[in-house]
């Protein structure tokens, strides 16, 4: 069996981690694993390469949810005309994320799953309400993405046996008085880890922010 | 297992390790070199870019799994010399190449963006531009490069096949001569030099900031499959020391000794690859006694700090006194007090610092690696080897940046002991992490001035206390306190002055040369405190530099004349305008604010001198020949780095001999065919190396001229050279110029001449000073953008005006103005490299295209009185004014001063919130 695997659907992928048992880890862009292989700080058995699984590399939009597949890279989300104009706080934190090649490699569920404290992905996911969908073999739940974070580098995701397949955010836009702002300073303008990163989302209803809606 | 992908519209079939780097495969499998490895494979530089699919990566973070059934383009499928893209042919006619390193992978972005956006706009082209980390341009050649792409491939502009290049001074450039190469990414760096057998160098360093070797045992490294030899101090045959580079530095640390910071070198493990060579380190047995360590010059010179070195702590002190200090202060109306303190920086060229070590045919010893000197380094090497200099010979690649990191010739000397002991080629190639812990950095000072000034706006008296921190070694540290002193007064005149410098030796890392060696930490001190004193004057910070600046016969501070026209006053009468205008369009900008607006605009000015030229020989040679078939070779030594030396030098010969740079072969820098030019720092390679230059070029001619009028029977006077001919001006008469070799050939006369500029008349012993009176100076004016709420700051403009004497090739001369300014921007807003900390690129913050202010170089000619063609020394003057023009700016805008750098926004915040800036 080859040691780079390339499923083409999301069953396959999971089969993967299921029969590889632990010895297998998820790469999707990659952009922090690869380091980490090379320092000897990971050393799976086989990469299962899971941007190629058309179920992973969508993003959907419907009344309720904006879902987008884990395989996504950041620089579809800022490309994203629907996106740009109902969610540009979701925009710009793709657009913090290192520098563009970087952004069209790298995933906001690798981001999550990365789970490190400065992490631009993570600390928008939490102002915008996300949920990942967390997937092996036998089950499947929706996780509220601040519950991923078990410390700096730790995630409840487990990549060598599990993976994020979407991840969603309720579809809350400035149609319905909800708005959300993304802000960032770093000791430069670009390719820099920030001083400080916030976000925040909530509704103005009668010039008033009600109770309940507001995210920070 | 097997991938198949398309490379460059090739398709290929590898079987290799899917996780190995794109970036490793196509070097090392594929023997593509153009894409290149800046940051240890950490995403951070950009230098690695090549297209996927046609959207740019960065292979160091793709695995070649990734690539399987895609098409990848790399540097070498963009276009060849033969037939350029015009994104090549644009970035070598606007002077967007200057080292090239990263030029592959810019080249590659922009080639995406242009896919994708037919007529970018310039925020669009530095967006996208700022994951590719460039320290030599300044980025604005580079997004002028992209805009003029865009223009040709929507027809709006033709591109032409050669220039005349518009530019700078309205005078026709000179493209450089290694561009072609650098574009197609063919130019072979070190590391892309290939050798049959070469064994990789591995340093053993020590972790410690101070420790005591205890003991050493490298039996276990020399067990590891592998590993060919450990070598310890005890393996050295002849001095275990760098020379006059660095009085106190071993080259490994004997057993018993101290090292004396984190980084300090203690073996070398040679093995067949790099897998092993890290085992091989790993394996060795070493055991330090921890010691106590300091980094501050104020902990050096506590009563009960431990002592470095058996003379103390006080590497060198030097004084300046003249003048009644007391009286001057007595009739001043206004005295400014100020305490000013600068950070360690790292260079950061974009190449690591890399040498190849072998033996040639001839049995003699060859190092290949960026450097400044390689007379130096061969004298330095020999001496550890206990060789002859003539068994040593060092060869000065094409080099990816130096900006003085690279005249450390300890990696030269670490890889010649390593062939010398194993009789093999042998590669050292600094990681980045290494390069950051273990080359030497800017020295930080701390800076303080008392100057006093009457209310008409004359100043009085200077007294200036400065201590450099020069680490654990002295790298040049003891000369640094003349440098330091030389930019502490600048160009302006005092009734008296009170000064001292001293180099402080800490367990910081080594610091040494750095793009104006020593004299820009002082003189951002200075123009600082100037400028606190122009406004406590309430004066135009322009006209106060204008009513005080030293005029040409004065003594200076320095208590002695200046050797070399000043041009001062023409550069402030120039940049005078400037500075109003942007102080217009400020206020301007403010009014239009709303009252609660967080964002507010400012200027800032700074002036400045600086010496250049450094105490080298005051007589440097230079060879040219003619060959039996005609062509000319120029020899000479002035190590090009990037900064375009080797094109500068060729331009002052083909303009001395009145033909096209073309006709001209150069050899630059190999001590096997190049006459020794001493050390090229200190800029001075124009002024001195060029002017040797000039004299040879002139005696070539002169050879060439005689030779033809014998043969035609006419006087040399009515004879000019044109092309490839000898022609008279009279009649058609002309001669190839094979004949006048093949002429020469038949005399018996040497067909290679030698020339000299010897300075030594101008400048007669017993009354000259250790460093030549040479000065060049400049003005620079930035325009600052603060957000109050965040302390971040952006610089939306620099206007730049520098007296360059004459500028040997405008276009190139601009390049090193705006590449410093950008390396000036990083000081004052950024770059900050701590010991303990600071491990690459991921933490000591370069400048991005996105922090590039838009910069208008004005260059002016007030011509030298000794250097070719009028030319003085520029490189690193530039970078002098631009840190205090910004911290000037920062402080003018904030109402509250800034006197710690780089200003980050904490420190921005910090002085806002309590007039201190040391958050």
Redesign the interface.
Known sequence: MDTYLYPATLQEALHYLHTLDGEAQILAGGTDLIPDLRAGKAAPGYLVDITGIPELTGIEINEKHITLGAAVPFSEIKEHPALREYHPALVQAAGSIGAGAIQRAATWAGNIVQAMPAADGAIIALALEAEARIMDQHHARWVPVGELFLGPGKSAVDPTRELITVIRFPNHNYREGWGASWQRVGRRQALVLPIINAAVKLKIAAGEIPPGSRRL | ?KIQFSLNTQPVTLDV???R?FLDVVRKELGLTGTKQGCD????C?AC?VLVNN????S????V??V?GKQVTTIEGLGSPDNLHPLQQSFIETGAVQCGYCTPGMLL?AKALLDREVLPEREQIL??M????CRCTGYNRIVEAVEKTAQILQGETEQRDSPPLPGPLGRESTRRIDAEEKVTGRTKFVEDIKHPGTLYLQVLRSPHHYARLLELDTGPAEKVLGVIRVLTASDIPGENGLGDYSSHEPVLTPVGETCKHQGAPVALIIAADQKAANQGTEAISVHYQVLPHFFQVDEALAEDAPQLYPNGNILSRNTINHGDLDLAFDRSDVIVNCTYQTAWQEHSALERETVLGYYDNHTRLCLVGGNHEPHWHQGYIAASLDLDPAEVRVITPPTGGSFGGKQDPWPFIATALAVYHTGQPVLLAYSRKESFDASPKRHPYQVTHKLGATREGKLTGIQVRIDANTGGYDAHGQYLTDFALSGAGGPYEYQAVDAVARSIFTNGPKAGQYRGFGSPQSSFALECALDELAQALDQDPVKFRLANQLPQEANSFLGYPVGESLGYREVLEEIQPHYQSLVNQAAEFNRSQPADSQLRKGVGFSGMWYRFGKSGSLQVKAEMEIQSDGKLILYCSGPDYGQGTSTAMTRIAAQELGIPPGQIQIINADTAYTPDSGIQGASRTTYFVGGAVQKTARIMKHTLLTTAAELLDCPPEELNLSENRVASCRNDQSLPLEEIGRELDRLNISRRVSGELDLSPYFPAGQRPQYLPLYVTGAQTAEVLVDLK???V?VPKITAVHDVGHAINPIDARGQVEGAILMGLGTA??EEYLPGHTAGF??Y?L?????APVIETILIEVPSFHGPFGAKGLGEAAIVPTAPAIINGISRTIGRRIRTLPA???RVLSALKTGQDRG
């Open positions: 297992m390790d899917p996780t780097t494979y950490e995403g951070e950009g870019t959207q740019p990566v960065r160091c973070l793709t695995p799994g990734k399987a972005t967006s996208e700022a994951g590719n980390l965040t302390g971040t952006r807003l950024m991921g933490d913050y400048p991005t295209s996105m922090s980050t926004p904490e």
